[in-house]
């Protein structure tokens, strides 16, 4: 049963923590972010925000920030998120249900599809686009990738956080979506804020299981990453 949330320090199945693992592992700048987001970078050309899964929504203030690190060249990257106060032109409906192994095919020619087919769970999909809004993947003709630009950055929506999590990130070609959607961030903040009272790194680990969870986190990281280099070269 997968439970929990994409926080990088869950090592649980629904957790973050491999990927983020990984991406540190990969050479990628990448830090935990549990300040509220009118603490974000003035000046956020190469930064890059993620937000997975997030447990409630921002308040008119933080979504105003949120709105202006995008505007003045942030990109964020917004998964398994309803809410339109994350982000502007945020369109989402609920759709099919997808059961966690629903294959969802490429819709156009990106680099964010160079990996092909991904898996992804959940009922949510995108319900509009307009001619700024390129979806990037689809499953059974539902929105479930979509990218567009607002302001001098960009917002890259995902309809689940799974292909990040610490189950899905081995499925097809999850990983190969998560790393072009990074693309060529120079800093990479890991959202932590939006899971509530901003979790400390012992809060999942309180148990021996967690414990043994982590290191079994950190062993799947490294073997993702070792068969990621051996296909596609050096991540850097």
């Given at each position: 049963?997968?439970v929990?949330?994409p926080?990088?320090?869950?090592?649980?199945l629904?957790?973050?923590?491999?990927a983020?693992?990984?991406?540190?592992?990969?050479g990628?700048?990448?830090?935990r972010?549990?300040?509220?987001?009118?603490?974000l970078p003035?000046?956020?050309?190469?930064?890059?925000?993620i937000?997975?899964?997030?447990?409630?929504?921002?308040?008119?203030?933080?979504?105003n920030a949120?709105?202006?690190?995008v505007?003045?060249?942030?990109?964020?990257?917004?998964?398994?998120?309803?809410?339109?106060?994350?982000?502007p032109?945020?369109?989402?409906?609920?759709?099919?249900?997808?059961?966690?192994d629903?294959?969802?095919?490429?819709?156009?020619?990106?680099d964010?599809?160079?990996?092909?087919?991904?898996?992804?769970?959940g009922?949510l999909?995108?319900?509009?686009?307009?001619?700024?809004?390129?979806?990037h993947?689809?499953?059974?003709?539902?929105?479930?990738v979509?990218?567009?630009?607002?302001?001098?950055?960009k917002?890259?929506?995902?309809?689940?956080?799974?292909?990040?999590?610490?189950a899905?990130?081995t499925?097809?070609r999850?990983?190969?979506?998560?790393?072009?959607?990074?693309?060529?961030?120079r800093?990479?903040?890991?959202d932590?804020?939006?899971?509530?009272s901003?979790?400390?790194?012992w809060?999942y680990a309180?148990?021996?299981?967690?414990?043994?969870?982590?290191l079994?986190?950190a062993?799947?990281?490294?073997?993702?990453?070792?068969?990621?280099a051996?296909?596609?070269g050096?991540?850097?």
């Open positions: 049963n997968e929990g949330f926080s990088s320090y869950n090592t649980g629904r957790g973050g923590k491999a983020y693992l990984l991406l540190k592992r990969s990628y700048k990448v830090e972010w549990s300040e509220a987001p009118q603490e003035r000046s956020p050309s190469g930064v890059l925000l937000i997975a899964e997030p447990r409630r929504w921002p308040e008119t203030d933080e979504g949120l709105r202006k690190f505007a003045a060249g942030g990109t964020l990257l917004l998964a398994g998120a309803a809410s339109e106060s994350f982000a032109q945020v369109h989402v409906k609920r759709g099919m249900y997808r059961p966690v629903t294959k969802c095919e490429p819709a156009a020619p990106a964010v599809t160079r990996g092909g087919t991904i898996t992804m769970d009922a999909a995108w319900d509009k686009s307009d001619i700024s809004q390129t979806v993947y689809a499953c059974d003709k539902e929105a479930v979509v990218g567009y630009r607002a302001g001098r950055g917002i890259l929506w995902w309809a689940s956080a799974r292909p990040l999590t610490n899905g990130i499925e097809a999850n990983l190969d979506l998560l790393v072009n959607s990074v693309g060529d961030a800093r990479i903040l890991w932590e804020y939006f899971y509530g901003a979790p400390g790194p809060s309180a148990s021996k299981a967690l414990k043994w969870g982590g079994d986190c062993v799947l990281a490294a073997f993702i990453l070792l068969t990621f051996r296909r596609s050096p991540l850097m």
